[in-house]
Each structure stands twice: as C-alpha cells, then as structure tokens.
C-alpha cells in the first residue's frame, strides 16, 4: 500500500512540493497578477506554500493588532470550511472588506488545506469604499489616513476575473500537484445540482405546486437519453429531482423510492436507444444495492446523476446510436426555434436526411411524430409563459410559434385539457 492509504496524518506538503507550489504560484500571478497563500487546516500559513509578499500592507495593518490578526484567522478558517464543504473556490469579502478566494486542497476524502487568493478590490477606490472599509475596522485602532492610504495600493480586480482566477487556480492545483481530486469533484458536484434543484423548488411554488408527480419531465429525460444528450439530460434530471423534493421535503425514503422508479425510466429510454437490456437489469441491481446504502439526500442526487452518465454512455454504444445521432440536430433546432414557423423540410434540412425518412426515423426512435415534438415544446412554454407573465393569449400565442389564436386554444385544449385563458385562471397564484 502507498504512504498515502496508510498515513493518517499526511500533511499537505507530503504532496505539494516547493516546486509544485512554484509553477502554481508564477502562472496565477502571470496570468491574473495575483499572489497565493497556502494554509494547513488550522488557517495558519504553510510559509513554503507562500508567494513572497502574499500580503499587501493593507493586511499587514489590520493583522497588526491582536484582535485583527484573531478576525483574519477566524475568516480564513471559515472560508477554508466552507471551500471544503462544497468542493470548489469559495470567494467573500473579508472582514476588513476586501476579495478573498480560497481553493480546496484534498487528497481523496482528506482535506489538507487550502490556497488563498484575491486581496484585492473589484471596484475602483473611491469614498464609498473607504467609508465601508472604515466601519468594518472599528476597534483596530487604525489611522483613516492609513486605512485609505494602503487601500489605494491594492489591486483593482473585476468579479468577472476574479471568478476565472478561481476556476483556474482549481484546475492547476489538482493538474499540477499529486493530491486526488476525486472527492472534490464529487462535492463540487453536488454543491453546483444542489443550487440547481434549489431553484427549481423555488420555481416550484409559483408554477405548479400542485402537481404530485412530473410525467412530462419523465418523457422528455428519455428522449434525451436516447440521442445521447448528456447535459440537457442533467438539466432536465434536475428539474425532476426539485419536483420530487419539493412535493416531500425531508423524506429520504421516499426519495430513493423515487430514484428507484426513475432507474427504471433511464433503463427504458437506453432500452428505446438500443442497449441490451440484460446488460440494463444487471446495470440496475448493482444501482439499487448503492443506492440503499446513501444515507444523504445530497450523495443520492449527485449518485443518480452519475447513474445518468452511466445509461448515456451505454446508448452511445448502442447500434442506434448513429440514427439518435441524426436527430438531435432536429431536436435542438425545435428546443432552441419553437417560435419560429419550422416545417418539416425545414427540420430535413437540419438532419440531411429527405422529409419521409425524417418522419419514418423520428417516429421509429421517439415513439412520437416530428409535428407532435414540437407541438409538446411550444405547448409547454406556453403554460409557463401564461404562470409567470402578465402576457395576454395573444401574445404569448405568436410567442410559442402560432399565428393564428384560435388554432392555438383548439391545440393547447386538446394537450392540456383547458383552454389558455382557464389554465391561467386555475393555477395562477394571486
């Protein structure tokens, strides 16, 4: 076994060397101007992992005192938990009100540290920014003439840059360095499909709190399952993981039954795509038997979506892969024109194929006509449309694609069984 199986008390230099931290160092600086400071995971500075001059004399001023160098160690400390936490950089204004950035650094499930970055300003210095910076420091006991004095000699760095340092620093450390970035990935994983399926529970309530379950989100996750798109698959997963969790907050069993129903939808649309389905019943005993054995609903929802992967990877095996591979051009061209007057040829053109075999393809691999899809599409965004704005009939009509209102209510009627007008009045929340 390697030292890094058996030593519980590896250090993050056992695997960051002065070299490693070296070329880290010199590209974040060379490309962004920005110093780095490394720290175990007690906050205190790892002085080999340290650019020279890591701290501007604005932060040497404030640690001068006790209490400031106590409120900068108790920030670190926070931003380096919050980093490993989630899996990914963390970025706050500091207590004394400047940018702060800190990277995780992990081997496997151990954390070691972190890298530190930023102090800087995202603004130009101004007296606004002078005023707040003097309010937080109340206490230190510093001069306001040397609080905007020092100010004025950090660097002004945007949001924008500030965010692209991060995500660079991240991917150097993990590229340049011998620590497994596994673990942190895995939670960085599920920090970013928490976020999302927060804002779909949000939505939730306003749109369609009622709905028990989602069979329309079921429907269009198997057709993106079977062309093979792997993140409008995610998305769409998302969406159904908010529903689910919005419907039965707090409900952990419930949850896996439900991941246990929608295996079942994945093995059907990779079944639809073309794979084996002995190898499918074999894929879904092996994820049921994990899936009992989480016992968080967060590592369940990253779980199901690697699950995911997993049926997309054998669909692009599959021997329809090629014929999916014709459609999602169709697809994406419905998803992304709705409101255009597409026709058939126009939706040919985009596969080069000829209208009957457009149609006979389509309808052997979906189950449903070319027409049909992108009736469901327009349909669909309607619905939302008429939940969320004031918009009138008409409008959102020529919106979603039609041109003629009256067709328009016959269609939306036929699908959803009420007329625009009465939908909107049925479920709009005042």
Known sequence: MTARNTKQNIQLTDLVTKKDFGQISSALQRNFKLLTETTDLEGRPIRSLCSEGCHPEFCKRVRHSKIGAKRCHEERLRSLNVSIETGQPYITLCHAGIVLGCVPAMDGDQPLG????GKCIWESFDETLVADVQKRLRGLHIKEQEISDTLQQIPVVSARRIH????????LLYQTTDLDPQVVQWRRQRSAQQSQIGQVIQETKLLDSDE???YELECQLIAKVKIGDRTGAKEILNSLLGKIMFHNPGNLNLLKARLVELLSVLSR?????????NALLAKNMEYINKVLMIDTQEDICVWISHALDNFIE???TSQDTRKMSQLKPVIELMQYNYD????LADMAKAAHLSVSRLAHLFREQMGITPVDFLTNIRIDHAK???LTTDNNCTRICYDVGYNNQSYFTRVFKQIVGLTPREFRNQNKRQ
């Open 114 to 117: 972190g890298l530190f970055f």
């Open 164 to 171: 692209e340092a991060a995500e660079f620093l991240y991917v």
């Open 212 to 214: 028990t379950y989602p």
């Open 269 to 277: 649309a990779a079944a639809m795509g073309g794979v084996d389905i």
């Open 314 to 316: 054998s669909v692009y």
């Open 340 to 343: 255009q007057p597409l026709t």
């Open 384 to 386: 939302r449309m008429l």
